[in-house]
């Protein structure tokens, strides 16, 4: 609470007061607007947007606003960008009470003000900003450009010209309105408001031909010409390294119940020698055999897979499709081990959702950049990987409900996109 | 009775002025004392409101120049749409920060919090006292001038550690200690110089070093003494800059580090007395360079009596400002091109390089008075 | 001795030692400046120096795999602009490579080049970001307007080209969106031109700086053996003395077509990593004039356009972005529009997995000097 907010208290009931209340108004109005110091803040692709506001091309200085406060506690104006998700949301509810008063929120892009393109099918995004805030200026676009950036400042300063000292800033209280509940209720005013202007609109155009009758329209439309493009046939990269089928070879001699999957009738080496040079080898590995195999083709001295590119599954009906792919720095050619895991369908069918299905024990030891990606696919499949030194959630919050990456995840925020 | 006086041309004017002007009073309550107190009390006021117009006043000023020095610096324009070229920006944010919210973090030393920007502004004010602007402008004329620029000069640091320490904030206190460390090291370099000045001045008082530089700009003390001047000058804008805290010596502040080091957790008033502080602490360090080596309010003559009596005729404040704004341009220019050494770096830069050099100098300084002078 | 005040610490902390001073605790982030985005690194502290980081991920985590299930692949392409987004053109490309494997389409040779041109201003738009935030993050704020204000040039190519600055969303399995305008040519000759010069006054200005080389060499050193093993690519990995580039290794479009060298530094510090992204701004130029010379002025720029349907199977593709090594792996369980599932693997986030290593006794100025240098983009790790 400033000091300014008692003026209008102490000088209203003097006659002759008032006038002083509202020069007060105009002098502070006219500081505050022209004088927004912005919260250095951005999650994504609108920060860079933001950034290259104040840079040379567009200088956000030349409005005074180019003094981005690292500290929320001398900024006045936070800048929305970038989407806003579950897990970064107290943090920005708790930046925004760190602000000291009057402060101004300015939603920038399309995430922050609806979602944008994560309003369907996603757990993590928050629908908009002004479910955790209150927002002054909504900037539409993905990502704005600097220039619509600067209207949204402009429009922000002609706000804060028409505010007064009687009526002090808003505190921020959030206000618990679904946001879909507000979509719906402005697509019906859209569409009345469309009605409204298509009755307008033909009750005109009678009247134009009522006065116009030998009226004729000289408009004549452009129409791209649609190209005639070749079929252009596709040449699979250079192949680098040993060929599919040696590796496969090599790794079936020494481990015999490595398979690989096709659906083809044909034998596994005429399928392997007929593959495209740039497809890497999968094959499907027992998890018994995972770390052995996993040792072998890192140490051996034909394969020297010294590089893990990625750990990752796939969730089938029954089974998880663990994959590992590994890559040699020095001889170029790839494998993907591929471990089915069978789920563990003796957890009874109501705590399924919430528990670790299946098993595996962790290459976190072969390759420590290992370490993270397992953290992944156990926050995102629920897998378990033995022996892992520390296995907890990654991208979500420990308390979340599921592994959102299965395909029967469900979560009460989800919408799904209507088809 | 023990009446303080003020030794300055206006204090002396005012002294003469009081006793004619109680002479219309009524005979009875006429007396000396009564006309000394009354002469100190007016003395007082004119100079403190002098001191504040000189330094807030040059702050706003300062803070645009600032502004857009950068931006030119960086192929921008700067402020652009309030008054011409953006001049009344700097009212605005003053303006805007006045009337904003003040609040202490919790957990704060509340009584700390609000008194470290208050401890920040009184070293600048004071040195600011001690500079003669011109001839017969300076607040107070005392001999041991440079011993107490010295001596306040160490407030400062005083106000930023309090600052950091009770906003209860792990990076503000970071910040605090860097800046504890780095204002405590370089002040010694900073003394080292000053010294070396009044070694070769042979005074103390501000208004003596100056009016010892008087003649041609090859009287000033930069030049005066041949390459020891030079280096001199270079290492009192050195440790000047540290002093201040500027960058590319800003570690206590390390936006990028440290999100604005100690006056992190300062909002609205506060921390526009610690954002007033910098900018004036910028006028004195400037002021001061201008007095010890730069010739004070004497002109740039070059020994030609023809444009010499034109040089002499512009009154010496405009010269010291001239000057003085020359020195902020030239620490502007410097914060906006380097980039920042890490906060043992600088400690190395201060102990391993600049000391001795200092001492070298100081010795050197010696050597060429005994020889030479 | 002092016992350590922390006899249970926070999770992700592993380093037991004995210690004579107190530690404590430093949270950086989400909102920081020097976090490139939304990433908390929390710090165990002696001092000014830093025992032990902890990284942690997710303050924007979108979900997009899952999201990426209910979407058409067409529909993916724009969403993998939004994961590197200094680098979007590229992600784009390295989605379609994957999906053209399965639909089994070639490309035409205009069309080729097409790629490989905006694929090099890509590269340049993102590492000119380096430059600037490495410089901005040493506190040099200016050097930060410096590379914008070039990268502001490719930016209105980017735009003429596909109409958009940031979030492109132009290749096409077959080829692109559009052809390119006539002005195309002319308009990435004029900016090389003037990229030269720009060039030769940034690298004066940062190159041979003191205190940038003070604040640079001998931080935060990845040995070769660490940065394999974490999985570290690109400019990363070659500032370690690794000659490893996909466009190298495994030749993708025509990119075996042209002259250039894969930049390679040994020692793996801060300055490495700085050196080879400026050298790397010099081999794509090279590439762009190979490109403009041969540049086929006529021919079709995009093969015919099929519905994009992938049959049953996995598709992988894998590109070196200006970051790294951005592999894409698309799984079709049935013959149709929309993917089984879709993962990347983005090149920054074993970048972030190998900080702890490389911090390590250093002071926190450090910390912010080597994460400039490792130039990550967090909506990528989180996706």
Same mark, same amino acid.
């Given at each position: 609470?400033?000091?300014?907010?008692?003026?209008?208290? !102490?000088?209203? %009931?003097?006659?002759?007061?008032?006038?002083?209340?509202?020069?007060?108004?105009?002098?502070?109005?006219?500081?505050?607007?022209?004088?927004?110091?912005?919260?250095?803040?951005?999650?994504?692709?609108?920060?860079?947007?933001?950034?290259?506001?104040?840079?040379?091309?567009?200088? !956000?200085?030349?409005?005074?606003?180019?003094?981005?406060?690292?500290?929320?506690?001398?900024?006045?104006?936070?800048?929305?960008?970038?989407? !806003?998700?579950?897990?970064?949301?107290?943090?920005?509810?708790?930046?925004?009470?760190?602000?000291?008063?009057?402060?101004?929120?300015?939603?920038?892009?399309?995430?922050?003000?609806?979602?944008?393109?994560?309003?369907?099918?996603?757990?993590?995004?928050?629908?908009?900003?002004?479910?955790?805030?209150?927002?002054?200026?909504?900037?539409?676009?993905?990502?704005?450009?600097?220039?619509?950036?600067?209207?949204?400042?402009?429009?922000?300063?002609?706000?804060?010209?028409?505010?007064?000292?009687?009526?002090?800033?808003?505190?921020?209280?959030?206000?618990?309105?679904?946001?879909?509940?507000?979509?719906?209720?402005?697509?019906?005013?859209?569409?009345?408001?469309?009605?409204?202007?298509?009755?307008?609109?033909?009750?005109?155009?009678?009247?134009?031909?009522?006065?116009? %009758?030998?009226?004729?329209?000289?408009?004549?439309?452009?129409?791209?010409?649609?190209?005639?493009?070749?079929?252009?046939?596709?040449?699979?990269?250079?192949?680098?390294?040993?060929?599919?089928?040696?590796?496969?070879?090599?790794?079936?001699?020494?481990?015999?119940?490595?398979?690989?999957?096709?659906?083809?009738?044909?034998?596994?080496?005429?399928?392997?020698?007929?593959?495209?040079?740039?497809?890497?080898?999968?094959?499907?590995?027992?998890?018994?055999?995972?770390?052995?195999?996993?040792?072998?083709?890192?140490?051996?001295?034909?394969?020297?897979?010294?590089?893990?590119?990625?750990?990752?599954?796939?969730?089938?009906?029954?089974?998880?499709?663990?994959?590992?792919?590994?890559?040699?720095?020095? !001889?170029?050619?790839?494998?993907?081990?591929?471990?089915?895991?069978?789920?563990?369908?003796?957890?009874?069918?109501?705590?399924?959702?919430?528990?670790?299905?299946?098993?595996? %024990?962790?290459?976190?030891?072969?390759?420590?950049?290992?370490?993270?990606?397992?953290?992944?696919?156990?926050?995102?499949?629920?897998?378990?990987?033995?022996?892992?030194?520390?296995?907890?959630?990654?991208?979500?919050?420990?308390?979340?409900?599921?592994?959102?990456?299965?395909?029967?995840?469900?979560?009460?925020?989800?919408?799904?996109?209507?088809? | 009775?023990?009446?303080?006086?003020?030794?300055?041309?206006?204090?002396?004017?005012?002294?003469?002025?009081?006793?004619?002007?109680?002479?219309?009073?009524?005979?009875?309550?006429?007396?000396?004392?009564?006309?000394?107190?009354?002469?100190?009390?007016?003395?007082?006021?004119?100079?403190?409101?002098?001191?504040?117009?000189?330094?807030?006043?040059?702050?706003?000023?300062?803070?645009?120049?600032?502004?857009?020095?950068?931006?030119?610096?960086?192929?921008?324009?700067?402020?652009?749409?309030?008054?011409?070229?953006?001049?009344?920006?700097?009212?605005?944010?003053?303006?805007?920060?006045?009337?904003?919210?003040?609040?202490?973090?919790?957990?704060?030393?509340?009584?700390?919090?609000?008194?470290?920007?208050?401890?920040?502004?009184?070293?600048?004010?004071?040195?600011?006292?001690?500079?003669?602007?011109?001839?017969?402008?300076?607040?107070?004329?005392?001999?041991?001038?440079?011993?107490?620029?010295?001596?306040?000069?160490?407030?400062?640091?005083?106000?930023?550690?309090?600052?950091?320490?009770?906003?209860?904030?792990?990076?503000?206190?970071?910040?605090?200690?860097?800046?504890?460390?780095?204002?405590?090291?370089?002040?010694?370099?900073?003394?080292?110089?000053?010294?070396?000045?009044?070694?070769?001045?042979?005074?103390?008082?501000?208004?003596?070093?100056?009016?010892?530089?008087?003649?041609?700009?090859?009287?000033?003390?930069?030049?005066?003494?041949?390459?020891?001047?030079?280096?001199?000058?270079?290492?009192?804008?050195?440790?000047?800059?540290?002093?201040?805290?500027?960058?590319?010596?800003?570690?206590?502040?390390?936006?990028?580090?440290?999100?604005?080091?100690?006056?992190?957790?300062?909002?609205?008033?506060?921390?526009?007395?610690?954002?007033?502080?910098?900018?004036?602490?910028?006028?004195?360090?400037?002021?001061?360079?201008?007095?010890?080596?730069?010739?004070?309010?004497?002109?740039?003559?070059?020994?030609?009596?023809?444009?010499?009596?034109?040089?002499?005729?512009?009154?010496?404040?405009?010269?010291?400002?001239?000057?003085?704004?020359?020195?902020?341009?030239?620490?502007?220019?410097?914060?906006?091109?380097?980039?920042?050494?890490?906060?043992?770096?600088?400690?190395?830069?201060?102990?391993?390089?600049?000391?001795?050099?200092?001492?070298?100098?100081?010795?050197?300084?010696?050597?060429?008075?005994?020889?030479?002078? | 001795?002092?016992?350590?005040?922390?006899?249970?610490?926070?999770?992700?902390?592993?380093?037991?030692?004995?210690?004579?001073?107190?530690?404590?605790?430093?949270?950086?982030?989400?909102?920081?400046?020097?976090?490139?985005?939304?990433?908390?690194?929390?710090?165990?502290?002696?001092?000014?120096?830093?025992?032990?980081?902890?990284?942690?991920?997710?303050?924007?985590?979108?979900?997009?795999?899952?999201?990426?299930?209910?979407?058409?692949?067409?529909?993916?392409?724009?969403?993998?602009?939004?994961?590197?987004?200094?680098?979007?053109?590229?992600?784009?490309?390295?989605?379609?490579?994957?999906?053209?494997?399965?639909?089994?389409?070639?490309?035409?040779?205009?069309?080729?080049?097409?790629? +490989?041109?905006?694929?090099?201003?890509?590269? #340049?738009?993102?590492?000119?970001?380096?430059?600037?935030?490495?410089?901005?993050?040493?506190?040099?704020?200016?050097?930060?307007?410096?590379?914008?204000?070039?990268?502001?040039?490719?930016?209105?190519?980017?735009?003429?080209?596909?109409?958009?600055?940031? $979030?492109?969303?132009?290749?096409?399995?077959?080829?692109?969106?559009?052809?390119?305008?006539?002005?195309?040519?002319?308009?990435?000759?004029?900016?090389?031109?003037?990229?030269?010069?720009?060039?030769?006054?940034?690298?004066?200005?940062?190159?041979?700086?003191?205190? +940038?080389?003070?604040?640079?060499?001998? #931080?935060?050193?990845?040995?070769?053996?660490?940065?394999?093993?974490?999985?570290?690519?690109?400019?990363?990995?070659?500032?370690?003395?690794?000659?490893?580039?996909?466009?190298?290794?495994?030749?993708?479009?025509?990119?075996?077509?042209?002259?250039?060298?894969?930049?390679?530094?040994?020692?793996?510090?801060?300055?490495?990593?700085?050196?080879?992204?400026?050298?790397?701004?010099?081999?794509?130029?090279?590439?762009?004039?190979?490109?403009?010379?041969?540049?086929?002025?006529?021919?079709?720029?995009?093969?015919?356009?099929?519905? +994009?349907?992938?049959?049953?199977?996995?598709?992988?593709?894998? #590109?070196? $972005?200006?970051?790294?090594?951005?592999?894409?792996?698309?799984?079709?369980?049935? $013959?149709?529009?929309?993917?089984?599932?879709?993962?990347?693997?983005?090149?920054?986030?074993?970048?972030?997995?190998?900080?702890?290593?490389?911090?390590?006794?250093?002071?926190?100025?450090?910390?912010? $000097?080597?994460?400039?240098?490792?130039?990550?983009?967090?909506?990528?790790?989180?996706?």
């Amino acid at each position: 609470m400033g000091i300014i907010n008692f003026a209008p208290k !102490i000088l209203d %009931p003097i006659p002759g007061g008032k006038y002083v209340v509202n020069a007060i108004d105009y002098v502070v109005n006219w500081a505050r607007a022209n004088s927004i110091w912005p919260l250095t803040y951005g999650t994504s692709c609108c920060a860079i947007e933001m950034m290259s506001s104040s840079m040379a091309r567009y200088d !956000i200085a030349r409005f005074g606003s180019e003094v981005f406060r690292a500290s929320p506690r001398q900024a006045d104006l936070f800048i929305l960008a970038g989407t !806003i998700t579950r897990r970064m949301a107290p943090a920005i509810q708790m930046l925004w009470e760190q602000i000291p008063g009057p402060k101004y929120a300015i939603a920038m892009g399309a995430c922050t003000i609806s979602g944008g393109p994560f309003i369907y099918d996603n757990y993590a995004v928050v629908r908009g900003a002004q479910n955790l805030i209150p927002v002054d200026v909504f900037v539409p676009g993905c990502p704005p450009r600097p220039e619509a950036l600067f209207h949204g400042l402009l429009t922000l300063r002609e706000k804060i010209l028409k505010e007064t000292c009687r009526n002090p800033w808003h505190e921020g209280q959030p206000k618990d309105v679904s946001t879909m509940d507000r979509y719906r209720e402005a697509a019906k005013t859209w569409a009345a408001l469309e009605e409204m202007k298509d009755e307008e609109m033909a009750e005109a155009r009678a009247k134009f031909k009522e006065e116009n %009758p030998d009226y004729k329209s000289s408009f004549k439309p452009i129409r791209v010409k649609k190209e005639d493009f070749p079929e252009v046939e596709r040449k699979p990269f250079r192949r680098v390294g040993l060929t599919q089928l040696e590796l496969y070879q090599k790794l079936h001699d020494k481990f015999p119940g490595i398979t690989f999957h096709t659906h083809s009738e044909d034998p596994i080496e005429t399928v392997l020698a007929n593959a495209p040079a740039d497809r890497p080898l999968e094959v499907m590995v027992e998890p018994e055999d995972y770390v052995a195999v996993t040792e072998f083709v890192k140490n051996d001295p034909e394969f020297k897979m010294d590089f893990l590119i990625d750990v990752t599954a796939i969730d089938y009906d029954d089974h998880f499709d663990l994959v590992t792919q590994l890559r040699s720095l020095q !001889i170029g050619h790839k494998i993907f081990l591929c471990v089915q895991l069978k789920k563990d369908f003796s957890i009874p069918e109501e705590k399924r959702a919430t528990s670790l299905l299946a098993s595996v %024990p962790t290459v976190s030891h072969l390759y420590p950049a290992a370490e993270f990606k397992e953290r992944e696919v156990y926050d995102m499949f629920g897998i378990n990987f033995e022996g892992h030194p520390d296995q907890r959630r990654i991208f979500l919050d420990k308390d979340f409900v599921g592994f959102p990456l299965r395909k029967d995840f469900t979560h009460p925020e989800m919408i799904r996109r209507p088809v | 009775m023990f009446v303080p006086s003020i030794t300055n041309p206006v204090g002396d004017f005012v002294r003469e002025m009081v006793p004619r002007l109680a002479e219309y009073l009524p005979a009875s309550i006429q007396s000396d004392t009564l006309n000394s107190i009354v002469a100190f009390l007016v003395n007082a006021l004119i100079c403190v409101i002098a001191v504040c117009a000189v330094n807030i006043g040059s702050a706003p000023i300062l803070i645009y120049m600032e502004r857009k020095v950068c931006a030119h610096v960086q192929c921008r324009l700067g402020p652009m749409r309030l008054g011409w070229h953006g001049t009344i920006q700097t009212i605005a944010d003053v303006l805007k920060m006045l009337f904003k919210e003040v609040y202490a973090p919790s957990g704060a030393d509340k009584l700390m919090f609000y008194l470290a920007p208050l401890i920040v502004l009184i070293a600048p004010f004071i040195v600011c006292a001690l500079i003669p602007f011109g001839r017969d402008l300076v607040v107070a004329d005392v001999s041991m001038g440079i011993p107490l620029i010295i001596a306040v000069n160490g407030f400062g640091v005083l106000g930023i550690l309090l600052g950091g320490w009770s906003s209860n904030n792990k990076y503000s206190l970071l910040g605090a200690l860097r800046s504890g460390a780095q204002m405590i090291s370089y002040e010694i370099s900073f003394t080292m110089i000053l010294l070396f000045v009044v070694m070769i001045s042979g005074s103390t008082n501000l208004m003596s070093i100056t009016l010892g530089q008087e003649g041609t700009i090859s009287d000033w003390w930069i030049f005066k003494i041949p390459v020891l001047g030079i280096i001199a000058f270079i290492l009192f804008f050195i440790s000047s800059t540290a002093e201040m805290n500027r960058a590319p010596f800003d570690i206590a502040e390390a936006e990028q580090e440290l999100t604005g080091g100690y006056h992190t957790e300062y909002n609205g008033t506060p921390f526009a007395m610690f954002y007033l502080a910098e900018y004036i602490a910028l006028v004195t360090n400037s002021a001061l360079a201008t007095t010890c080596f730069l010739g004070g309010f004497l002109p740039p003559c070059i020994g030609v009596a023809f444009v010499d009596n034109y040089l002499n005729m512009v009154p010496g404040v405009v010269w010291f400002f001239a000057k003085v704004f020359f020195m902020i341009w030239c620490y502007m220019m410097v914060r906006w091109t380097f980039v920042r050494p890490r906060v043992d770096q600088l400690m190395d830069f201060e102990w391993k390089f600049l000391l001795p050099v200092n001492l070298v100098l100081l010795i050197a300084g010696a050597a060429y008075i005994v020889v030479c002078g | 001795m002092i016992q350590p005040r922390f006899s249970n610490l926070p999770p992700g902390f592993r380093i037991q030692r004995e210690t004579n001073t107190e530690e404590f605790f430093i949270n950086m982030g989400p909102q920081h400046p020097s976090t490139h985005g939304a990433l908390r690194l929390a710090l165990r502290m002696d001092g000014e120096t830093i025992v032990e980081l902890v990284p942690h991920f997710g303050y924007i985590h979108r979900g997009m795999e899952k999201q990426a299930e209910s979407m058409s692949y067409l529909q993916y392409i724009a969403l993998s602009d939004r994961q590197d987004y200094l680098t979007a053109i590229q992600n784009n490309l390295g989605v379609v490579i994957a999906l053209e494997k399965g639909m089994n389409v070639g490309v035409p040779e205009k069309g080729e080049y097409i790629r +490989v041109m905006l694929q090099e201003l890509g590269r #340049i738009a993102s590492h000119l970001v380096f430059y600037g935030c490495f410089g901005g993050d040493l506190g040099g704020q200016t050097c930060l307007l410096f590379g914008f204000k070039e990268r502001e040039m490719i930016h209105d190519i980017l735009e003429e080209v596909t109409g958009s600055r940031l $979030t492109t969303n132009f290749f096409r399995p077959g080829g692109s969106r559009y052809d390119v305008p006539d002005t195309f040519i002319p308009r990435v000759k004029a900016f090389l031109d003037h990229l030269e010069d720009a060039m030769r006054d940034y690298e004066r200005f940062l190159s041979k700086n003191i205190i +940038v080389l003070e604040r640079s060499i001998g #931080i935060g050193v990845l040995s070769k053996e660490d940065a394999i093993a974490y999985g570290c690519s690109g400019p990363v990995l070659r500032a370690s003395g690794v000659e490893f580039d996909v466009r190298r290794a495994n030749p993708y479009s025509i990119y075996d077509q042209f002259d250039f060298d894969i930049p390679v530094f040994h020692n793996g510090d801060c300055y490495d990593r700085y050196k080879i992204r400026i050298a790397e701004i010099h081999e794509s130029m090279k590439i762009l004039r190979q490109c403009i010379d041969k540049f086929p002025k006529d021919g079709p720029w995009r093969s015919k356009e099929k519905p +994009v349907r992938l049959p049953v199977g996995r598709y992988y593709s894998e #590109i070196e $972005t200006a970051k790294g090594l951005y592999a894409t792996y698309v799984v079709a369980a049935t $013959t149709g529009e929309k993917p089984y599932r879709i993962h990347t693997r983005g090149p920054s986030f074993p970048h972030i997995a190998a900080l702890n290593k490389m911090v390590q006794g250093h002071k926190v100025s450090d910390l912010v $000097t080597i994460m400039a240098t490792l130039d990550p983009v967090i909506p990528e790790i989180d996706r």
